[in-house]
T-cell receptor, first 111, second 115 residues
């Protein structure tokens, strides 16, 4: 299994749709997880952190399944401004802070 | 009030030249990173410094040399630039709270093009 695996997409959805991305990871020692958002030609920005089984922030919900080693991101009521690449990042398991970024899943929300 | 800043934003240069990219963070973090994002969009760690000490040194050519004069700055010097060095280089910072590393904050990136 790759360290972090994501479906690159693109996922093309209409405004208002609900869309979910999955991410699998290989390092069972990761304790924290992050979803970053990266707009075209911009830097990655933290969207959500997950430290337990899940986290919810407005239209965004992240769920963690440690047994199966996957984490999902659900976006409800998609907006045009949600169009971006979403990067799955398992937290570091060593004391170096090293993060392994997934390839990212590209979302395109259409009017 | 920029949190993580990088200069320059764009860098176009000839093969064989030596260039530097600078990074500064005003978040008070103790750890800084350099990442490379190539044309396939993979974001890969290159180096990391914690309180001016090198803690991550991935397999990168030794033409790349990071320097951290203090914990708020991490610069990247590249010697003898090659075509394959063309990429976007991101600086990032985070705080190590002793138990784990918190989320990383990224600079705007430096788009390097080697001709």
């Amino acid at each position: 299994r790759k360290e972090v695996e994501q479906d690159p997409g693109p996922f093309n959805v209409p405004e208002g749709a609900t869309v979910a991305f999955n991410c699998t990871y290989s390092n069972s020692a990761s304790q924290s997880f992050f979803w970053y958002r990266q707009d075209c030609r911009k830097e990655p920005k933290l969207l959500m952190s997950v430290y337990s089984s899940g986290n919810e922030d407005g239209r965004f919900t992240a769920q963690l399944n440690r047994a199966s080693q996957y984490i999902s991101l659900l976006i409800r009521d998609s907006k045009l401004s949600d169009s971006a690449t979403y990067l799955c990042v398992p937290g570091p398991s060593s004391n170096t802070g090293k993060l392994i970024f997934g390839q990212g899943t590209t979302l395109q929300v259409k009017p | 009030d920029t949190a993580v800043s990088q200069t320059p934003k764009y860098l176009v240069t000839q093969m064989g030249n030596d260039k530097s990219i600078k990074c500064e963070q005003n978040l008070g973090h103790d750890t800084m990173y350099w990442y490379k994002q190539d044309s396939k969009k993979f974001l890969k760690i290159m180096f990391s410094y914690n309180n001016k000490e090198l803690i991550i040194n991935e397999t990168v050519p030794n033409r790349f040399s990071p320097k951290s004069p203090d914990k708020a700055h991490l610069n990247l010097h590249i010697n003898s630039l090659e075509l394959g060095d063309s990429a976007v280089y991101f600086c990032a910072s985070s705080q190590n709270n002793g138990l784990s590393y918190n989320e990383q904050f990224f600079g705007p990136g430096t788009r390097l093009t080697v001709l």
